[in-house]
């Protein structure tokens, strides 16, 4: 355990009076509980655990305190995990996620209370937190591929998701992922060294997170621009509007919530004309998994979600060619709709994918997963389905409340609890759900009379 | 008049949807009017005239309307001042003081209806209205000189500012003043041609304005970093939070207002320990201006106040290298006080001195001109009534009400007022009042019985 | 005097171990006494003399030598002028100058000798010299201007240089001159007020001298680029190949060269296709100047020089618009020619033009001043006469010279002698042929039979 | 095979119509072949195998000519490899190796005919060769590792240089080595996980060749500063003026070079006061490799020699903290000599190991490998006998002498020439001699009576 103050580079050192009173351990306020938490799950990269729950209880005497002085801002660490330092100074990357957590809690807690009074959107909100992260850059052409997979995926599928990141770098693309580990860290890995061979140094590795899921998936050491959002509804609108393509890798509960949320959003008609590039891709031997994810997307969401997106198989440079084309007809796509290159204005999002979504067993139980309802609304209930099991999993207030009310209790119709069944069991059976040890399901499928 | 489109460089450029809406010259609101007038004024650089009353009703075909485009934001202008571009397009400086404006006006709207919700200080605001304007550079040594004095001064007293201005930029100091003509443009353009010779591109000419006074004191054209500050008050307590070193030269009621400011704060107790150095200086000519104005502040505020500043006659190395003195003591007194070089927290500035005083009619006549008062409040009162005076010369405002109720009264002891009307007197014969034309002077002293 | 150790900033600090002996104070060579000539040169910036023979008589003792350091090459410097100097500090753009000297004094020992062995032409070795000053800037579209003129003019003729240079600055072009004062100063000055208003930071104010001529013509401070090439051709070579345009202010023998030379280049039929924009320009005062000049030119070399020139009198918007014109003309160009925008290798320069001229006594005698030879040689002649007399006016050698011999003989047809004379007259009459003290002339006219 | 012509970025791009001439490939100097076959090495980066001459036999077809255009210089190329290409747009990183190649090639032909009669030593002709690629840079501590090792060694030792790369890059410190694979591609490529971490951005990944080793030893991706020197011997003098800490890894004959070079170097007693850390360190299955060779460094040059550097054995951690003390010694001692940080003036390489030898069959045989001679004369001829072997392996020139004339005959005393058997014997077992076939040794190993 180390001891440290820590300095930052750059405008993240300018907090006033009152924005470090509120952070100080001294405080009850819970934003400095909240930044405590993640500064943990921050220091704790490269752990091999995505129980977040375990993470906190093991580090309880970790404290972390905002420090003003003459030169600006610094932050206090006592008993703080040893990996992060090298010879005993905290390694840059991550010294720099750490003032980016600090960055991002202290606009949680000045703008969220007030946006309402503001007579903002969610939209305005979510880009204003991005804006304030230097998250978004007008003149720029698009070139940001969103890649979406599980945290843990099997080894060849980790090394597919290189080789793609490797194809993608080699063109020149930026990366940004949920920021954990898997997936996630694959594709960053890979465009590393195609970018080094194209001698390209403002390389964007973008890692957007949120407070539920930060200690379960800290971000792996190659992210480069870290941004906390709020909740997992504003963390997906930051992808999709930051993003100009996406690629789906294998994964488990997480993928399938994220692809549930891009689908309900395209099956909107109001975004027929907004080009939102969909590519789901993985090794041979992921082929099967992509054919039950593809019939599953079909039997609840029909063939016209089916047309939303492109599978291919093995093919690295087939993807990163077809993303490079899509790149173009996105920079038109913009072009006619008078939109930022920076920020997908265009797309309608429904408050149905943007409000949170708190995965109570209440909550859960009350979802209608039944096909009597439109498309859209059918994804987002079931895109919170998915998105309770993967805090019932991992995130750590679901584990507890697992532990104490038992597995959730999801409600629908006959064949889709059989589809939804299949399918959770193939990621029990192939270890997507959690990365280690035995795995309980944290749910129970009912059919609906 | 020129129409035209105007994109920025930078971060300027992003603004959410909602931000945008508040902004358009359709709406109306307020913010939009301000922004309006503010961007007149910026435009109509380079005029000789510090009427802005004038110069808004010579405009009132003028608008500007903020769009949304691909890369970013962008400014439709119709009908702008034509002095404000070469061959057809806007001269750089210009539009980046168009675009602090729009950055300004913009967080104003969003930041300062709530600042009382969210239990922050008026210093908090302050230093958060400076950052959003990234005017706080942390890791930088304290080298930034405040020089205030006169737009309306005599030649010599011009030669004589740009003359300390080189001095001082030999000796690698940044610059920042009121931001328009006169005592606030000549430190600057001294300045230049030292930094050009010791070859520093990272030079900071900063000007500080609010929106009232913007229009009569457009910011010159050698202003690199412009910030508008909500409201006088404001201002001023940007200017001695963020300067190291004071420089005043000659000049009127304006001048007048700001020694009173600083010298109020000063005579409070609890500064003490902080080192705020302050020079009064001017050419030989002008010898007779500072002794009076010496006799004026020991006669109200007494010796104490005598001896927070000296007086330099017409030796500009004697003045720069004074500063750069007194700029090693400031490093000390930071250090010591644990304070931020780019942010002076540790003064303490009486609310007396923080809120906006609206120079009615009413007020004006309620203020207190009296001995019978400590310092410090005396001080913020005759702050005030220069408030005023400043007001009645040249912003839109009070010469409006000038004109419908005649001159102010202002009341206080008869030694007091003696003294007031002699200095007044004097500003008046020595043209510094206004730019050009009679003086008809906006005010009237009644000796209080 | 001062006393001091000065160190470089950038790639000039690397000289091999050879290449610091041979400049060592302690060596007996010639080179490292040019430096030391040159470097007290560069020191003596703002100076009121152009006499280079008093200037290097007044500092004997001054001394400088080249010493290796831990961290690169180093500079001690004895006995050297104060006001290069502030606070005790050498000015950063003379520190600048004096490596640039040394930058290229080393250059000349290294490569000068052996240019004929390596086949290179002089054009090939110009280039060399600029290439290693950094002066060539691949990938920038034609935009620097040369301006000529004389050092020793009026004072409303600085004032309008400055007016021209403002408005070149203003639509951001760079400037090149020869480096003195006079009308190789103002254009400079005026540009970086121009240059401001447009934030322009990477302005270039190139002077180009040589070390015979650097004595009389201190660089001034607006310099950022200095370059010290062999000799007068070499440097009048630079100019062509490095500049796109070239206006010429009203000057005396020095500028009267400058034009020769052009002109006799452009008389040249090779160069026929090639843009070479040429502008002569002054107030209104010095109107008869150019009509006296125009013909000059007229009799020696015919309608056809006078064809290659604009005059354009007391217009500094029409003088910066035309510039602006003719850069899109060079720019198509060097297109065309598929010629590099950096250096303008499709000028043919006949040897007549590139040989250093000595002028002896007995070689000014021998110059063929007469209308029996093509019109491009004229020139030449002509040239090299000028040149004489810059030489004898304020060349430190030439001065010694003209006091042992007695004034310069030049020989030509009766008409052109008499034309002659009465331009010569009118620069000793306008004080065009020194900055001060009464002006003997330095030649003799003789009519040849 | 691709066709294209290629631009570079930054001041590469600047050639003399002479240069540019000299470089044609319808000239007939040898200047443009030797520009050909290193560009063609260049280009076959990735390539598996260090068979030289079958390189430029593959490619007869292979043209490269030096266009001049209006931005600057650009290359034609004809029937180049299609591996350096992706999407028809040549690698950046090999584009930059390309132009790398052009600046050495263009600065030897000019350069290195000329260097006597100008009284430099081979040291000045180095330093000047470094500074002309840029590779000198003042005012840095020292932090450059050069890196030695063989190209052709076992997985676990490669894995493991890249492990020591890996801590090396987290420490901050760059690395140099020969530029090709194996123990000279590892360290850089660990070194690049290590500086994302850090967030390092102007790493120095530097590669030293020369032009007969190029074509076998490929410069790998990551080189991001290829440096051409005119022969080995130039290249090791390079490499040790340069670097600041040499760490060796395993390898075959051309290491073994390496290590005579630099033990010669430090058993001259001028050099004991100059510090020049060494450590030879290889995973643990390489341990025994590393008795062989110190055994045989005791047998042929003394316990002297082996005190000269330190092994340590499978612990990456260890030798980086060791490197970093090492480098405060370094820059001590070059403080303590006044000496460069940016290259090692101080250390004296006798000519012994300056001058270029050629392993022609009577040079070799020649070689005296007895222990009659002085310890440091005795390391130059080993340096040679390694040297020529390394040719007879994978140099093109080598392999067709050998071809042509059998085997070279090495002769010395009878234990080291058992001793050197068993050493090369262990270099042909364990394939350190070439990347793959069977291996028939290019020597022969004859006892001296």
Not at 42 to 49: A, F, H, M, N, R
Request: glycine letters at 8%; hydrophobic letters at 40%.
């Amino acid at each position: 355990m180390v001891n440290a103050i820590i300095t930052p580079k750059g405008q993240l050192d300018l907090l006033s009076k009152s924005e470090i009173n509120l952070l100080q351990s001294s405080s009850d306020g819970s934003y400095a509980n909240l930044f405590r938490n993640c500064a943990l799950a921050v220091l704790s990269t490269g752990v091999d655990s995505d129980d977040g729950h375990a993470l906190l209880a093991a580090h309880e005497d970790f404290s972390i305190d905002v420090l003003s002085s003459a030169r600006g801002v610094a932050l206090r660490l006592e008993n703080a995990p040893e990996n992060a330092f090298v010879d005993g100074n905290m390694i840059t990357g991550i010294r720099n996620h750490l003032f980016a957590v600090l960055r991002d809690i202290v606009y949680l807690q000045e703008q969220y209370p007030y946006w309402e009074q503001q007579e903002e959107s969610i939209t305005d909100l979510v880009f204003k937190t991005l804006r304030n992260a230097r998250a978004l850059q007008p003149r720029k052409r698009p070139n940001l591929v969103v890649c979406w997979g599980g945290h843990s995926i099997a080894e060849h599928e980790y090394d597919y998701s290189k080789e793609v990141g490797y194809r993608l770098g080699l063109r020149g693309l930026d990366i940004c992922t949920g920021c954990g580990i898997g997936a996630m860290k694959g594709p960053m890995k890979g465009a590393t060294i195609g970018h080094a061979k194209q001698v390209i140094n403002n390389t964007r590795f973008i890692g957007i997170t949120e407070p539920g899921i930060i200690a379960s998936e800290a971000p792996n050491a190659i992210v480069n621009e870290l941004i906390i959002m709020p909740d997992i509804e504003k963390r997906l609108e930051a992808f999709v509007r930051l993003g100009h393509a996406i690629i789906v890798f294998p994964g488990g509960a997480g993928t399938a919530e994220e692809i549930l949320y891009i689908l309900g959003i395209l099956l909107n008609e109001k975004n027929n004309d907004v080009a939102v590039p969909l590519i789901f891709t993985g090794p041979k031997a992921s082929e099967a998994y992509f054919e039950q994810l593809d019939s599953f997307i079909g039997l609840t969401l029909g063939e016209q979600a089916q047309a939303l997106y492109t599978i291919i198989i093995e093919d690295g440079i087939e993807v990163a060619q077809s993303v490079c084309q899509s790149m173009k007809k996105v920079y038109k796509n913009r072009r006619k709709l008078d939109d930022a290159f920076f920020y997908n204005w265009s797309l309608t999002i429904d408050e149905d994918f943007q409000h949170s979504f708190a995965p109570t067993h209440e909550n859960m139980a009350n979802l209608n997963l039944s096909r009597n309802q439109d498309k859209a609304h059918f994804a987002a209930n079931l895109r919170r389905a998915f998105s309770g099991i993967v805090a019932g999993n991992i995130k750590p207030d679901g584990i507890a409340a697992i532990k104490q009310h038992g597995p959730y209790q999801l409600k629908g119709d006959a064949d889709v609890m059989a589809a939804l069944d299949s399918l959770l069991s193939a990621f029990v059976e192939q270890n997507r759900m959690k990365l280690s040890g035995d795995y309980t399901p944290c749910y129970e499928l009912i059919e609906k009379e």
